[in-house]
């Protein structure tokens, strides 16, 4: 069974950090501690649970009245392409609606731009590389 929720206790929250950096971070050789950032206590955290682990993760963030970013969007390999990405994508355009947000945006990395155009993004522009990965800014409105 699937559950989403925020990370409750010290070890979920240890579990989410970590499969972030691994997932995210790691194979660009960065720093432990990248893949955290200043807006981490007042944004909205997601994690996917099977069986007590976390098989995915995202987080959601207010820019401004209109506009809300998703950011650091990771799903365990062997649990990729079974909807993990979509739950959560989904379930932060559902809290989007609750406050009113009309816009999400989010920097996709080339690989999985169609996934986010499947789900109702589309790409604005060519935006940042980090590291050898070209991101892209994508948006969804209402």
Same mark, same amino acid.
């Given at each position: 069974m699937l559950i989403i929720r925020e990370p409750e206790s010290s070890r979920e929250w240890e579990a989410y950090y970590q499969l972030r950096?691994? *997932?995210?971070?790691a194979p660009l050789?960065?720093?432990?501690?990248s893949e955290k950032d200043d807006l981490e206590d007042?944004? *909205?955290?997601?994690? *996917?649970?099977?069986?007590? /682990?976390?098989i995915g993760i995202g987080r959601l963030h207010f820019?401004?009245?209109?506009?809300?970013?998703?950011?650091?969007?990771a799903v365990l390999g062997e649990s990729r392409r079974k909807g993990i990405g979509e739950m959560i994508v989904e379930e932060f355009a559902q809290i989007s609606k609750q406050n009113k947000i009309s816009k999400i945006i989010l920097y996709a990395r080339e690989s999985v731009i169609e996934f986010y155009k /499947?789900?109702?993004?589309? *790409?604005i522009k060519k935006a940042h590389r980090l590291g050898n990965i070209q991101h892209f800014l994508m948006e969804r409105t209402k």
């Open positions: 950096w691994e *997932i995210l971070r050789n960065l720093d432990k501690g007042s944004a *909205i955290h997601r994690a *996917i649970f099977e069986n007590e /682990k976390i820019i401004d009245k209109d506009t809300a970013q998703i950011r650091y969007m /499947k789900l109702g993004f589309d *790409i």
